[in-house]
């Protein structure tokens, strides 16, 4: 194991003073209050990650009802998954990562293109796009769901009934303040110089943008990429306002369809709640250092 | 460094004088030679002719397009439509301020904006409590410690309706579900939960704050790093104890990042659909209905959109009314 050796020269460190978190956890090393951390930690992991853990492990299993929901494998079957594909689970998984492909990278070249004006353009009216993008912000997409649906199925100006495509579910989350605004706050620390620099040296518009500015960025892209992902995978009224029949259904309005089966039971919802879960967390635990540093900024910052 | 790169330099140096001048007006500094990538000078110089505001607004456009249809447009479409009773095929006949009156006395509203509040309330105090506790548990740079604020934050990036359909698994209100056989254990239940009228709304609560904790954790522990360890070490010099430094210190610190939290729970709360549309959608007898879930029933299932439009115009309104008044509170307690 690495771990003591990665953690003594902190630990070193560490010795002559116990100021470095507000209750000194690491200095409580006795025996028994060894015993209280290891019990009090085990405790959070089980409460939180436990019910997850749980459905990789039903899926996987013979549940045949709620009562033999645990943390325990009993009997390893694929049945679930096979229950699940009859009900349409993988369409509605293709259904799922189509909007959320489609819908990130438009999201993610929307944003960088935004804030690319906003952090390194000086244009008359900036002020009032930034209110425009707080605005959106602060307003609830629960708020303008049904007027939503309303616009959906008639698209003013282009005629276009979105209702029941793909379309529908992708062009509403393809624009998100919460990205701009990251984006915008990275862009601004790309030294001015730099720029400069490659603009004396003949670089047009958008060499500067595309050489200078975006690989500077890669950082911000990781944030609002993995931002971006959950945040459309956990999409749930708009596809349902959006979706017309079972076969445009998303995974996760979907699942509520799934809820059991006669042959199965309550395994063939297991089945599709991992598959359900899984991009977004393998997400998550892909681009971890990305994540918090995103959660920091969105929340610190305002 | 007699090398190519010498005779570049010494151009440099020669243009140094007038590097100021030329960074006001770009268009000083256009010699007609080819540049480094051999560009044709005179492409080079139709470049620089454009504007900059206009290269601004045409890398604004695609947001502010999308956000004009899927916001801005919608949010006027509901201002319109709380004012009318909308009748597809009919014509749309304006009632003034009726769908307003309708939400606001039909008690099946007004049955729905308390239990929202007491939802709001329920999740937004839990999840921060919890999550401060949480925070303060897990604050640390061991491996361990890594490892568990992880696993505990896993429910955050979990999508919504997999935490619902967990949870409605584990409520299972017979003697066997996961949660009566816990609390069978140390002698308790079995109980009904999302089954019974008293205890659904506490079940819908207690899945809220599971979720939120991890996340005002997270957010708690980024505003714990911020705070001035040299603090910490003067209070131990002038013999303050653990409690009171962290009373005196740790506290005050955190004043602000609890302020956010709050603020978003709160929002958060006021308009949460999915879980309880999943969980309980309302049942039993109208005991969990929410704000949302009513205004979905209202505008997608009997297709009343005008009610629903004012419905939401109501939400809207409380969530402004949220945020204002946390930061004038905030402004008035930052001016004291």
């Given at each position: 194991m690495s771990t003591p050796l990665m953690n003594r020269p902190r630990a070193r460190k560490a010795e002559t003073s116990d100021l470095h978190t507000v209750l000194g956890l690491r200095f409580w090393n006795g025996p028994l209050a060894v015993a209280v951390k290891i019990i009090l930690y085990g405790a959070i992991v089980v409460v939180f990650a436990g019910p997850l853990l749980a459905i990789l492990v039903g899926a996987f299993s013979k549940v045949s009802d709620p009562t033999k929901f645990s943390l325990l494998?009993?009997?390893?079957?694929?049945?679930?998954?096979?229950?699940?594909?009859?009900?349409?689970?993988?369409?509605?998984?293709?259904?799922?990562?189509?909007?959320?492909?489609?819908?990130?990278?438009?999201?993610?070249?929307?944003?960088?293109?935004?804030?690319y004006a906003l952090a390194r353009k000086r244009f008359r009216g900036a002020a009032l796009v930034m209110l425009a993008i707080l605005t959106t912000m602060m307003l609830p997409d629960e708020v303008i769901?049904?007027?939503?649906?309303?616009?959906?199925?008639?698209?003013?100006?282009?005629?276009?009934?979105?209702?029941?495509?793909y379309w529908g579910m992708i062009l509403p989350v393809a624009a998100w303040g919460f990205s701009i605004l990251v984006m915008?706050?990275?862009?601004?620390?790309?030294?001015?110089?730099?720029?400069?620099?490659?603009?004396?040296?003949?670089?047009?518009?958008?060499?500067?943008?595309?050489s200078v500015i975006l690989p500077l960025c890669r950082p911000a892209m990781g944030i609002i990429g993995v931002f971006g992902f959950t945040m459309i995978w956990d999409q749930y009224l708009l596809p349902l306002i959006v979706a017309r029949e079972p076969s445009?259904?998303?995974?996760?309005?979907?699942?509520?369809?799934?809820?059991a089966d006669d042959q199965v039971g309550v395994g063939v919802l297991l089945a599709a709640a991992l598959l359900a879960l899984l991009p977004s967390v393998v997400a998550f635990l892909l681009f971890q250092r990305q994540f918090t540093r995103g959660l920091e900024s969105g929340a610190l910052n305002r | 460094m007699a090398t190519p790169t010498n005779y570049r330099s010494a151009e440099w140096q020669g243009n140094t004088v007038e590097v100021p001048r030329q960074r006001a007006h770009s268009h000083a500094l256009e010699p007609a030679r080819d540049d480094e990538w051999g560009a044709p000078a005179r492409k080079r110089r139709r470049r620089r002719k454009k504007p900059q505001w206009l290269i601004a607004w045409l890398c604004l456009a695609p947001a502010l397009v999308l956000f004009t249809y899927f916001k801005f447009l919608p949010m006027l479409q509901a201002a319109r439509m709380s004012v009318y009773e909308v009748r597809p095929y009919l014509g749309d006949r304006y009632v003034g301020l009726g769908n307003y009156h309708d939400v606001t006395t039909n008690p099946y509203f007004t049955k729905a904006i308390w239990q929202t509040v007491l939802l709001a309330v329920g999740t937004t105090l839990?999840?921060?409590?919890?999550?401060f506790v949480l925070a303060l548990l897990t604050e640390g740079q061991a491996r361990h410690l890594w490892l568990v604020r992880t696993a505990a934050f896993l429910p955050v990036v979990t999508t919504m309706a997999v935490v619902a359909e967990?949870?409605?698994?584990?409520y299972y209100p017979s003697r066997g579900g996961v949660l009566n056989t816990i609390l069978g254990w140390v002698g308790v239940g079995p109980e009904p939960f999302l089954v019974s009228e008293h205890q659904a709304l506490l079940s819908v609560i207690l899945v809220g704050v599971w979720r939120g904790a991890p996340y005002d954790m997270m957010i708690f522990l980024a505003g714990l790093a911020t705070v001035d360890r040299n603090l910490y070490e003067s209070a131990a010099v002038d013999g303050a104890s653990r409690f009171r430094r962290f009373y005196h210190v740790t506290l005050p610190a955190l004043r602000p990042v609890g302020t956010i939290l709050f603020t978003l729970a709160a929002l958060r709360g006021l308009r949460s659909f999915t879980e309880v549309f999943l969980l309980t959608n309302g049942a039993p007898n109208g005991s969990t209905e929410v704000f949302m879930t009513l205004l979905y029933k209202l505008g997608l299932e009997q297709g009343q959109l005008g009610v629903a439009a004012a419905a939401a115009m109501v939400l809207f309104l409380a969530t402004v009314a949220v945020t204002v008044s946390v930061n004038v509170w905030r402004r008035r307690v930052v001016r004291k």
């Open positions: 494998p009993h009997g390893f079957t694929l049945a679930n998954f096979h229950a699940a594909g009859n009900r349409g689970v993988y369409r509605y998984l293709f259904n799922s990562f189509v909007v959320v492909g489609f819908g990130l990278l438009l999201q993610v070249a929307v944003s960088i293109f935004a804030s769901a049904i007027p939503l649906s309303v616009v959906l199925s008639d698209v003013p100006l282009a005629h276009l009934n979105l209702i029941g495509t915008t706050e990275f862009m601004r620390d790309v030294p001015v110089d730099l720029e400069d620099a490659a603009r004396v040296d003949g670089a047009g518009e958008l060499r500067v943008f595309w445009q259904f998303t995974l996760p309005i979907a699942l509520r369809t799934v809820r | 839990g999840s921060i409590l919890l999550g967990v949870w409605r698994v584990m």
